[in-house]
Nanobody, 126 residues
Framework: QVQLVESGGGLVQAGGSLRLSCAAS?????????MGWFRQAPGKEREFVTG????????VYADSVKGRFTISRDNAKNTVYLQMNSLKPEDTAVYYC??????????????????WGQGTQVTVSS
């Protein structure tokens, strides 16, 4: 079992930056989990944003965030980060981190992940 807690969300103007954090507790973090970030905007389906492999060596991004967002992890701190730059109003959503205990590389669908955080709100004003 693992618990995930996101932080770092907030209100930012278009073009600005935010860094989200996802702190994990429970089983040994670095050895077991590929990690992902998803988001859900009001009235829309949850969508994949980015994922990172267990050792951080492989990352994958949705086309909509490529070149603007960067995922990273610090296994010593049991934390995954999402650096978001050049934010746009369409990035407004609740952002969730998720953990996958079964694969080395991060999947791109919600069903790949077993554990989820409670979410953190990101609002980008125009």
């Amino acid at each position: 079992q693992v618990q995930l807690v996101e932080s770092g969300g907030g209100l930012v103007q278009a073009g600005g930056s935010l860094r989200l954090s996802c702190a994990a507790s429970g089983r040994t973090f670095s050895s077991y989990y590929a990690m992902g970030w998803f988001r859900q905007a009001p009235g829309k389906e949850r969508e994949f944003v980015t994922g990172i492999s267990r050792n951080g060596g492989v990352t994958v991004y949705a086309d909509s965030v490529k070149g603007r967002f960067t995922i990273s992890r610090d296994n010593a701190k049991n934390t995954v980060y999402l650096q978001m730059n050049s934010l746009k109003p369409e990035d407004t959503a609740v952002y969730y981190c998720a953990a996958d205990p079964t694969k080395v590389r991060a999947g791109v669908t919600g069903s790949d992940y077993d554990y989820w955080g409670q979410g953190t709100q990101v609002t980008v004003s125009s």
